[in-house]
């Protein structure tokens, strides 16, 4: 396969010893002018006048990305986190080869499909079949390898029956759902995605998720960025959270994902480092967790008011006193609610080599949407970790609207304003008469 | 896979590989461009063969029945004609690649792509109107009876190094423009004024002798010089004129591919 995207400044020699790693970012600092616009000759020709005056950085550029180190093997899966402003997006477009580093050494190997912005390329008078040849060409697809796949792709994208229509008669979840269905059939080595498994609805959404694991299964090298950081948890082993253009933390994405939230619900603090992130020294190892439903199946997908049974397999390194577990549940906006033996006080005595603790949520009130599961075992003392908090466990709330007794023409307006919780509840009016004068 | 992970500048030789990797967004690109600039025109495609004629009729009128400028013996329509074709091939190309790259400037930040496709692809925009024009021309040729021979393969190396002139030009502007916009309004403008040093209302044989040699350094004078002989005067092409035409060509090539190549990497930041 032809290795299209390539770019940077070389600094040093190659290291050939990993033979895996498909991505390699070695410091790598980007520097950007902070006016991102050209400049009319006459500009350039005052500015050159001046330069003898001028000092040796100039004052409008500032570093996107400083000292950033990556390596990706091939077949993984690795998210970027950070907040807005971070690097995320620089980064990828320096992986991808759309932008180049200032300094430092990048290589990527295979054909790369970036998904930076879906439908890049889509022209609005084209039909959605001419669209397909063009964005296909542009993910470096001849008109042969589209042709192929265009059955799989329309169907995947659920626009049979437009594809002989302009663009422009599509709705912006149409071509956003065409856009991904043909960068996910591109048969790329490396898939770069800046939040695009978040469009199209949950439904579109999980088909999306699944087609990803499918490319992943064939061995396909994945980087996500997304603010969606369950679904970080629930598609990659490793996380890189960057921090004003700096690696704040690199390790598993529970650890690095916990770590982020942690930080970003301390106000909007903004560390110049990341905490540090324990790695091995887990005492308490958790080896496997199984979700069931009331019913006793066991899935991901829950219902509104369902029971959420948690298994969590564990494995102690050593004979543990009165381990304290906690398992919280949490959405996008924080901790929603938890189960803690530390504050209810039954924790166990002691506790060693291997089982299944099993904790049972009764009726979980929660409204449709994406969550994750915390867990952590507190030591003796209720103070130091057995366990680091780390993401165990991922869950969906189907979006039956009838169950919640909302109407399917009102709700979808105001899913993103949903509150994660919904109890049982009415409204009642109690009306008095208008008083007359 | 993993074989190809490539050092982070690829040498030279890969860009042509990477070229031919994208050969399909080329193509594809093309027929975009050529769709899109017809498709909500009520006369569509007439318009590759409207421009020259009406440029053809009116220069006729002017340069040949009022200003009687001398045709070396061949009837004015079809002298001038000769030459628009490929001037108009050489004026739009430069017209709609150029500002390809800032036009596109979505396509740029957000997607990776060998760069030079974008201009590339509306110079073969261009090959199409001019390739319908071409058939226009050759229905002329028949009606005044001009015979056609063998001698009409010469016409493919004077297209090839047209085609070259064209790329670097096109390259080295395109690219300057990304970082100076000034470089697009200036472009119309010096167009013009170069088909009045080209020889296209008017022979070769008319420019004095001792200034030859730097009228020919634009290689549009050899070439435009070369169709004529070879379409109209049945005779291969003058070999100084098409060798000085295919030299400086090489060498703009060579230079606006190589200053390409060198700024490419910043459009996405500057653009």
Sequence with gaps: ?437 | MTADTRETVPPPASYWRELVAYRGLLWTLALREIRVRYKQAVLGAAWAVLQPVLLMVVFTLFFSKLLHVPSDGIPYPLFVFSALLPWTFFANSLASAIPSLTNNAHLITKVYFPREVLPLASVLAAGFDFCIAGIVFLGMLLSYDVNLTVGLLWLLPLLVIQVGFTAGIVLLLAALNVSYRDVRHAVPLLVQLLMFATPVIYPVSVVPERFRFWYLLNPMGGLIEGYRRVVLHGVPPEFFGLGLAALVSLLLLVAGYSYFRRVEGEFADVI
């Design chain 1, 1 to 437: 396969m032809p290795g299209i995207a390539t770019s940077g400044v070389s600094k040093g020699s190659l290291p050939t010893s990993s033979k895996e790693a498909v991505i390699t970012v070695e410091n790598v600092w980007k520097r950007y002018r902070r006016r991102g616009v050209s400049r009319a000759l006459r500009e350039e020709l005052t500015a050159w006048f001046r330069r003898p005056f001028r000092a040796p950085e100039p004052p409008d550029t500032f570093w996107a990305l400083r000292d950033v180190s990556l390596r990706v093997a091939q077949g993984e899966a690795v998210g970027i986190v950070g907040p807005n402003g971070s690097g995320k997006t620089t980064l990828l477009k320096l992986v991808a080869g759309i932008s180049r580093p200032t300094q430092g050494r990048l290589a990527v190997g295979g054909r790369i499909a970036s998904l930076i912005e879906l439908g890049a390329g889509f022209h609005p008078e084209l039909t959605g079949r001419e669209n397909l040849f063009l964005n296909g060409a542009l993910l470096g697809l001849s008109r042969r390898e589209v042709r192929r796949r265009l059955d799989e792709i329309v169907a995947f994208a659920e626009v049979q029956e437009f594809l002989d229509l302009p663009l422009k008669r599509y709705s912006s979840g149409m071509a956003v759902r065409l856009g991904f269905a043909i960068a996910a059939h591109a048969d790329s080595d490396v898939l770069l995605l800046d939040e695009v498994l978040s469009v199209g609805d949950a439904r579109f959404q999980q088909k999306s998720l699944g087609r990803m694991r499918e490319l992943r299964a064939r061995g396909a090298t994945i980087v996500l960025v997304s603010h969606n950081l369950p679904t970080i948890g629930l598609f990659c082993e490793r996380a890189v959270w960057l921090q004003r253009g700096e690696v704040a933390s690199c390790g598993s994405a529970g650890e690095v994902i916990e770590a982020y939230q942690r930080e970003a619900m301390r106000g909007d603090g903004r560390p110049d480092k990341g905490p540090a992130v324990a790695r091995d020294g887990d005492l308490l190892a958790v080896e496997g967790v199984r979700l069931l439903n009331s019913a006793g199946e066991e899935t991901r997908d829950f219902r509104y008011r369902e029971d959420l049974r948690v298994y969590l397999a564990y494995a102690c390194r050593e004979r543990l006193v009165r381990p304290a577990f906690t398992l919280t549940v949490r959405g996008g906006e924080g901790r929603i609610f938890q189960a803690s033996m530390l504050l209810e006080g039954t924790r166990p005595d002691c506790l060693e080599g291997s089982g299944e603790v099993e904790c049972t949520f009764r009726g979980i009130p929660l409204a449709p949407g994406s969550y994750h599961i915390v867990g952590s075992v507190r030591a003796e003392d209720g103070v130091g970790y057995l366990m680091l908090p780390r993401v165990v466990g991922y869950f969906t709330v189907a979006a039956d609207l009838s169950t919640y007794g909302w109407t399917s023409e009102t709700a979808p307006a105001c899913l993103p304003e949903v509150a994660p919780v919904i109890v049982p509840h009415e409204w009642r009016f109690h009306t008095r008469p208008r008083a007359s004068a």
